[in-house]
T-cell receptor, first 115, second 113 residues
Framework: GDSVTQMEGPVTLSEEAFLTINCTYTATGYPSLFWYVQYPGEGLQLLLKATKADDKGSNKGFEATYRKETTSFHLEKGSVQVSDSAVYFCALSGDSGGSNYKLTFGKGTLLTVNP | DTGVSQDPRHKITKRGQNVTFRCDPISEHNRLYWYRQTLGQGPEFLTYFQNEAQLEKSRLLSDRFSAERPKGSFSTLEIQRTEQGDSAMYLC???????????FGQGTRLTVV
């Protein structure tokens, strides 16, 4: 079945440092890929997505590129801020005859950014 | 419409009791999903509705769990004879057909004592 493996945390960085959180997946067909973020005390929010190979999703300075050849969707940000401290989840939505629906999530990576 | 809302936000119950959670999706969304999230894990899919039809149930959804979505609007998730292993965050999400983005509620945290 579908699965997502993401870098285990926690990750602790200083403000303005470069961030990479690795994510690889196993799926049949052509899944859509997502990064969700969960800030302390809040629900899951979509951060960015990519729906086909070589697409780059971007939002709030974060980027991730859908790499089908390496089955990866690594999250990057050039300069993190304290406000980026959160749990980040990589996820995929399986290709079920074109009717994408349920999400398969990784375990999450806790990011803490210190001033 | 301010998003997906879930009620209650927190529930503490004694083992063996029944509990029911409610989810109100974004009004124009015809797809509704339930997920369960335990500490240190990502959300796991439980079940999915398209309008009022329950189209898929995970093997995680034992016979003690039942979900409904009458009239294709709000949904309820009931757990009968709760066990300590049911303690988790129960998340609801909704989306439109043909849209890959799902919007999540803030969840209901269940604690079984």
């Amino acid at each position: 079945g579908d699965s997502v493996t993401q870098m285990e945390g926690p990750v602790t960085l200083s403000e303005e440092a470069f961030l990479t959180i690795n994510c690889t997946y196993t799926a049949t067909g052509y899944p859509s890929l997502f990064w969700y973020v969960q800030y302390p005390g809040e629900g899951l929010q979509l951060l960015l997505k990519a729906t086909k190979a070589d697409d780059k999703g971007s939002n709030k300075g974060f980027e991730a590129t859908y790499r089908k050849e390496t089955t990866s969707f690594h999250l990057e940000k050039g300069s993190v801020q304290v406000s980026d401290s959160a749990v980040y989840f990589c996820a995929l939505s399986g290709d079920s005859g074109g009717s994408n629906y349920k999400l398969t999530f990784g375990k999450g990576t806790l990011l803490t950014v210190n001033p | 419409d301010t998003g997906v809302s879930q009620d209650p936000r927190h529930k503490i119950t004694k083992r063996g009791q029944n509990v029911t959670f409610r989810c109100d999706p974004i009004s124009e969304h015809n797809r509704l999903y339930w997920y369960r999230q335990t500490l240190g894990q990502g959300p796991e899919f439980l079940t999915y509705f398209q309008n009022e039809a329950q189209l898929e149930k995970s093997r995680l959804l034992s016979d003690r769990f039942s979900a409904e979505r009458p009239k294709g609007s709000f949904s309820t998730l009931e757990i009968q004879r709760t066990e300590q292993g049911d303690s988790a965050m129960y998340l609801c999400a909704s989306s439109s057909s043909g849209d890959t983005e799902a919007f999540f509620g803030q969840g209901t945290r269940l604690t079984v004592v």
